[in-house]
């Protein structure tokens, strides 16, 4: 049974003012008094599908998500935004196991802001505690872009990103026939030539299974991120990264390594 179920905002709401952690949380002190940003829920989200290999519908990820959205949209937060206390103190998802099930617990700056059981599975998967005790892969980042952003129709600055991606996991500039990079390059060229997105090749159809797909891996650094959001945005009209996409997932799982390793 779910506990701790976060409060969504009223679609109707007119918006005023920032949603804050306190309008959505039970929490207290500077937490409850910031708004919600952008990269606190891209890092929740690959939070819980380290954990869980999902994101949990209507958890808290989904609620900062929508939460970010709205402040975004009404100028009270820019899209790289990251509010400092899960900046500095972090964002975590846990599983503590009892007999027959498993606590998964979700919090920001060390303040609980989810809480719910789950039915303890045959085994466990291995990746199961990787946020606090081991590094996030760059493989293991493609694969939460799978659920964070699995709609989405292959283009070219995401086939950029994954190229970024492939390199910087394997150390090597030759794109592998059949790899992620050529599987990316080749749903991009073929996305340009659709034009029904029903028809089109998707991120997740890509990206599912990506660790197994590599070469090699590497745990995500801040410079891994950097140059992977650098080449998505240089082939994206927009200059900009999407949501939820290759960019966003590898940053969130760098600031998650670095709460690790700090």
């Known amino acids: 049974m779910s506990q701790a179920q976060p409060r969504r905002p009223g679609a109707d709401d007119q918006q005023q003012q920032p949603i804050k952690y306190g309008d959505l949380f039970d929490v207290l002190g500077d937490l409850a008094q910031k708004p919600i940003a952008p990269e606190d829920a891209a890092m929740m989200q690959t939070a819980e599908a380290t954990i869980m290999g999902r994101t949990q519908k209507g958890g808290p990820a989904a609620v900062m998500q929508s939460a970010a959205a709205r402040n975004e949209g009404a100028g009270f937060v820019g899209h790289r935004d990251v509010t400092d206390v899960a900046g500095d103190q972090g964002v975590t998802v846990t599983e503590t196991d009892v007999p027959g099930r498993r606590i998964i617990t979700e919090s920001v700056g060390g303040q609980v802001v989810g809480r719910h059981e789950e039915p303890t599975p045959v085994s466990l998967a291995p990746t199961a505690g990787r946020v606090e005790q081991g590094a996030i892969t760059i493989g293991e980042a493609l694969e939460t872009t799978a659920q964070t952003a699995g709609d989405k129709p292959v ?108």
């Open 155 to 262: 283009d070219q600055s995401d086939a950029a990103a994954i190229q970024a991606a492939e390199v910087r996991a394997t150390g090597s500039t030759v794109t592998t026939p059949g790899g992620l990079a050529a599987s990316a390059q080749s749903a991009a060229a073929h996305n340009e030539t659709v034009d029904r997105d029903e028809d089109k090749i998707k991120l997740s159809q890509v990206l599912a299974g990506a660790t197994a797909k590599l070469a090699a891996d590497k745990a995500v650094t801040p410079q891994d991120a950097e140059g992977i959001a650098s080449a998505e945005q240089r082939n994206n009209p927009n200059v900009d990264t999407h949501p939820g996409g290759v960019a966003a997932s590898v940053a969130a799982a760098a600031r998650l390594n670095e709460n690790v390793n700090g």
